[in-house]
């Protein structure tokens, strides 16, 4: 798998050609979730200096997340993974399952193979280490809540070695194994690049095709199999041996 290029320093899957979700004044609305007093006010020193950015609330533990996006509907969720009461992975799939708009964005200071996996499992649309610059996290919470999928460059390797683990045989989600072959011959086509780490311009370069044909194969992708994101179809297509890891 060969990692894309991305904004600022870090890797993502591509672009879903989604707009996103923002705020009625166009800015993007960011709900910080850590148990740790120091790392909430810095993260929303930075952000709160960004033009586009807009630090909505805060939240002290994976609960507390939970019915903040309720009340506060943001666009992004910062998501620590270790928090008392509720860990963020759990968190974040609560949040997930609740429909709503807010796309996690994960930051811990751990990049051990459980987490990234389950944290990616769990629904989250990206993945980021709490060493990242400034600017690596402001671009990570643009990528997201522009409804692309981001993976810190420390952690892509792991994320491939975790499924190269996975059994030989196919694990579909749940209610997707039917859904998959609803998918034509080129959309799964797209979706292997899609989980190879391509944009949209080198799904469509290597097809020959437009782009704006590739965002509609990967909207219909989406829609068919019922994922959120691109990373969800990253996701999907090594669980169910579409891609082998290597």
């Known amino acids: 798998m060969t990692p894309p290029s991305a904004?600022?320093?870090g890797d993502t899957l591509g672009s879903s050609?989604?707009?996103?979700?923002?705020?009625?004044?166009?800015?993007?609305?960011?709900?910080?979730?850590?148990d740790q007093v120091m790392v909430?006010?810095?993260?929303?020193v930075l952000l709160g200096a960004m033009p586009d950015i807009e630090?909505?609330?805060?939240a002290v533990n994976g609960?507390?997340?939970?019915?903040?996006?309720?009340e506060l509907a943001p666009d992004v969720v910062l998501m620590d993974i270790r928090m008392p009461e509720l860990n963020g992975i759990e968190a974040t799939r609560e949040i997930v399952a609740s429909d709503g708009a807010a796309k996690v964005l994960v930051?811990?200071?751990?990049?051990?193979?459980?987490?990234?996996?389950?944290?990616?499992?769990?629904?989250?649309?990206?993945?980021?280490?709490?060493?990242a610059s400034a600017r690596q996290l402001a671009d990570g919470v643009r990528v997201v809540a522009s409804g692309e999928a981001l993976l810190a460059p420390s952690v892509t390797k792991r994320l491939i070695t975790e499924f190269s683990k996975l059994a030989e045989t196919p694990r579909f989600p749940a209610g997707a194994q039917a859904a998959y072959g609803e998918l034509t011959d080129r959309e799964t086509e797209v979706l292997v690049l899609i989980a190879q780490g391509l944009s949209n311009a080198e799904i469509a370069s290597r097809l020959v095709v437009a782009e704006s044909t590739i965002k509609t194969h990967v909207s219909r992708i989406l829609v068919k199999l019922g994922l959120r994101d691109r990373t969800q179809?990253?996701?999907?297509?090594?669980?169910?041996?579409?891609?082998?890891?290597?």
Do not use: H, M, W
């Open 7 to 9: 904004p600022g320093d």
């Open 17 to 34: 050609g989604s707009s996103g979700s923002l705020g009625s004044s166009g800015t993007i609305r960011v709900l910080i979730a850590d």
């Open 40 to 44: 909430r006010e810095g993260f929303s």
């Open 55 to 58: 630090v909505v609330g805060e």
């Open 63 to 70: 609960r507390d997340a939970v019915e903040r996006v309720r």
């Open 107 to 131: 930051l811990t200071t751990f990049d051990l193979d459980e987490y990234v996996y389950q944290a990616l499992r769990a629904g989250a649309s990206g993945f980021l280490l709490k060493d």
């Open 233 to 246: 179809a990253a996701v999907f297509a090594y669980e169910a041996r579409l891609v082998r890891p290597g």
